[in-house]
């Protein structure tokens, strides 16, 4: 896929686990967590669609296999988007009950840091990057971290996601918190 | 970190490494800009006139009008990034008050500065800067640049420069990386591309530029786009290659797939067929038609 896949791989790697750049179908068969990467979502959800992925993916989460999104990845595994999302035509994963909307806190020049408590991790530095947000949490998801008006992160059960971008720091808390999926 | 910060060096780069992967198109009007989100682009360049039209309108090349950039910024949910002339700081400051997501300190553009760049690291919006080379490459980013391309040459559908380019900065930072434990060299280093010992330490130990670095220049087919990223390209610029091409939405299309798939030669084969005319493309006849000379100090 396209964004921030080298990045999640590098800190992978330093948790001492083994990463595999997924770009087509053939890929999935040989990893046992996936991650969504951080991207343009418009872009990554034409490519998981282009490249025959769409099916596979949302099947392993259905059947508990574990999936984390973050920034374009939290957009994908919602169930519900915004006006957005409709008018670019975007398909979704539909596997997480969230409603989201894309770019919440508006365009680069508003992007922000900043040290947020996210589930159990006190303090964790939460760098937001033309992000989206969850507005409505339902059914079985459960919110780990929330900004302003906005559930931040989530989870329900293997499913994780966040708006903020874990990769871009030194802070391996919530990638460990993935893996514990496994 | 209670408060919220913005700005900050992470959030800049961090930008550009979500574009990796990608292509970045350049568009004049939001029907392009509409076209190339359609297609996957990652993201538009909002300019007044593509390169080739440039060089063959010739006159000064300025920023956008802000009002065709701001319908361009309402027509897609993409990122939308808009070229500056090199050292026009007022320039750049109208595109930051217009909220765009990246301001291009571009050589394209007729140079309102033949001494300084912009003093990038004074933003909030992150740059991305035009290099042929680490040296020239080092020198932006410690301005303050989050991002660099390859200057290539703009506006001539000619890949050569883009390849030059790649090739010199990647034969320089093996050079640093292979010497990466020798003080005096990365010391002569750092005088010779005149920037902060410290950087050019990252750089040596990164094994790569330490930002993300794109192709841009020159790209006019999928093969070129993947020509580029097999050289290194963390992702492509396509100027006057998309909107000068016969079939514009076709091309668009195919060089995104070609960067994606830039190692896989039986799906470039499958993108490479039909295309229609590309763009003409033109040999320049001297070095005073070349745009990459500009900014080079």
Known sequence: ??????????????????????????????IRALIIPGGESTTISKLVELNDLYGQIRRMGQSGFPIFGTCAGLILLAKKGDGEVKRTG??????????????????????????????KMKNFPCVFIRAPAITKTFGKCKPLAKFEKFVVAAEQGNLLATSFHPELTEDTRVHEYFIEKI | MVKKMIGTTRLKEGFAKMQKGGVIMDVVNPQ??????????????????????????????????????????????????????????????????????????????????????????KFTVPFVCGARNLGEALRRIHEGAAMIRTKGEPGTGNVVEAVRHMNVMNSEIRDLARNKHNNTFLERKAHEYRV???????????????VVNFAAGGI????????????????????????????PEKFARAIVE?????????????????????????????DREKMQLRGTG
């Not at chain 1, 896929?1 to 083994?18: D, F, N, R, W, Y």
């Not at chain 1, 539909?94 to 770019?103: E, V, W």
């Not at chain 2, 909002?46 to 027509?75: C, F, N, Q, W």
């Not at chain 2, 902060?196 to 330490?210: D, F, I």
């Open chain 1, 1 to 30: 896929m396209q964004g921030a896949v080298s990045e999640h791989m590098h800190v992978v790697e330093k948790l001492g686990h083994s990463p595999v750049w997924v770009r087509n179908k053939g890929d999935l068969e040989a």
């Open chain 1, 90 to 119: 975007q398909k979704l994963l539909g596997l997480m009950d969230t409603q989201i909307t894309r770019n919440a806190f508006g365009r680069q020049r508003e992007s922000f840091e900043i040290e947020l408590d996210v589930g």
């Open chain 2, 32 to 121: 392009q800009a509409k076209l190339a989100e359609k297609a996957g682009a990652v993201a538009v360049m909002s300019l007044h006139r593509v390169p080739a039209d440039i060089r063959a309108e010739g006159g000064i090349a300025r920023m956008a009008d802000p009002l065709v950039t701001g319908k361009i910024m309402e027509a897609v949910t993409i990122p939308v990034m808009a070229k500056c002339r090199i050292g026009h700081f007022a320039e750049a400051q109208v595109l930051e008050a217009l909220g765009v997501d990246m301001v291009d300190e571009s050589e394209v553009l007729t140079p309102a500065d033949e001494e300084n760049h912009i003093d990038k690291k």
């Open chain 2, 196 to 210: 902060p010992l410290q950087l050019v330490q990252k750089t040596a130990e990164m094994g790569r530029l330490p």
């Open chain 2, 220 to 247: 006019a087919t999928p093969a070129d786009a993947a020509l580029m990223m097999q050289l290194g390209a963390d992702g492509i610029f396509v100027g006057s290659g998309i909107f000068k091409a016969g079939n």
């Open chain 2, 258 to 286: 070609a960067t994606r798939n830039y190692d896989k030669p039986e799906i470039l084969l499958r993108v490479s067929k039909g295309l229609g005319e590309p763009m003409k493309g033109t040999l320049l006849e001297s």
